[in-house]
Structure formats: structure tokens, C-alpha cells
């Protein structure tokens, strides 16, 4: 194969394939619109959001990223594993990838816990509407990609995982990773 058919394909099919992509442009497209809205609804009442974040705890935020930026390194190196042929290596990257992502379910789902408990829940305010709606469609996300994981892990136990699956897998959890670092910081922090 030369270069130009190497370009073609990098061009036109990414990793994942073209429609996971469009996917993940959508639903970033769907994420920063929600926090637009978020941002122009903090500007009609600055001190309600203010007081509302004061009731986030942005230690639990912190370790969440830290959670999931650690479970996306190690996807990628289960993508880099996979593709020097160490399947087994690769495999235990996806399982700890996956660890990751779990302990980011868990201290998040404590954390709706105690918010539900303080009294903090989707009807409280306008502020507490947001972080639950975007924080909530992010932890679908987070369990979608999970169980794509989940699958992707059996085939590769199985021997039967392409590269093509564990691309798209890696893709679609980057997206998680993404969406989060821009929930972080606008939810936890600048308001």
C-alpha cells in the first residue's frame, strides 16, 4: 500500500469508522449547547449559581477527573498494546481502563447521594436543573461506554477484537473524558 491510499484511508476513515465520529460531534455539539444555555442562565441570576456551586464539592470533581483521565491513559495504552499484537497486555490496560471507569460511577453516585440527601435535587434551582441534567447525561455516557468496554474486553478474551473495535471503544471513551473536563470546570469551579 503507498502513501496516498495511507492518507485516503486515515482522511476518510478514522479510527472508530466515520459515523461513530459523527456521533461524538454531535453530542459534544449537544454538551456545549447545554452549557451555553448554562453560562446565559448563570448571567440572569449570578448569585443563585454562585450559592448552588458552594453546595458542589469540587474534591469529589477533582477525583472524578483524575478517574477518568487515568482510565483514558490507560485506554490508550490498551489501543497501543492491541496494535503491537500484546493481547494480553492489552487486556489488562482495558481492565484497568474499566476500573477506572467504575470508580468514577461510584464516587459520583455517592455524590448524587449526599445531594439528594442535602435536599439538592432537579427542582431545587435552576443551577441544581444543569448539574443534574448534564451530569446525569454525562454518567449515561460513562455506563454506555462501560458496556462497550465490556464487550470490547470479551472479544478480546475471545481473540476475536479488530483493531476497528478497540479504535471506536477508545473513541467513544475520550469522548467521556472530554465532555467531562468541560463539565468539571464549568459546574464545579467558575460559578
Not at 459534544?28 to 446565559?40: D, E, P, S
Not at 500484546?86 to 467504575?102: D, H, R
Not at 460511577?105 to 432537579?122: D, N, P, R, V
Amino acid at each position: 500500500m503507498d502513501k496516498t491510499q495511507i492518507n485516503y484511508k486515515n482522511i476518510y476513515y478514522p479510527p472508530g469508522g466515520i459515523l461513530l465520529w459523527i456521533l461524538i460531534f454531535l453530542e459534544l455539539i449537544t454538551f456545549g449547547v447545554a452549557l451555553i444555555v448554562l453560562v446565559v442562565n448563570s448571567k440572569e441570576n449570578p448569585e443563585l449559581f454562585h450559592q448552588s456551586r458552594l453546595h458542589l464539592n469540587s474534591t469529589f470533581g477533582a477525583i472524578n477527573t483524575i478517574f477518568l483521565l487515568t482510565s483514558g491513559a490507560f485506554m490508550a495504552v490498551t489501543v497501543h498494546q492491541f496494535k503491537l499484537n500484546n493481547n494480553l497486555i492489552a487486556s489488562k490496560y482495558l481492565k484497568l481502563t474499566m476500573l477506572g471507569g467504575m470508580l468514577f460511577l461510584i464516587l459520583k453516585g455517592f455524590e448524587y447521594y449526599l445531594k439528594i440527601e442535602s435536599g439538592h435535587t432537579l427542582g431545587s434551582n435552576s443551577f441544581f436543573t444543569f448539574y443534574w441534567l448534564l451530569t446525569g447525561f454525562h454518567v449515561i455516557h460513562v455506563l454506555v461506554g462501560m458496556v462497550i468496554l465490556l464487550f470490547t474486553q470479551n472479544g478480546l478474551k475471545k481473540g476475536k477484537t479488530l483493531l476497528e473495535d478497540i479504535e471506536a471503544s477508545a473513541a467513544f471513551w475520550h469522548m467521556c473524558d472530554l465532555i467531562w473536563l468541560l463539565l468539571f470546570p464549568m459546574l464545579y469551579l467558575i460559578f
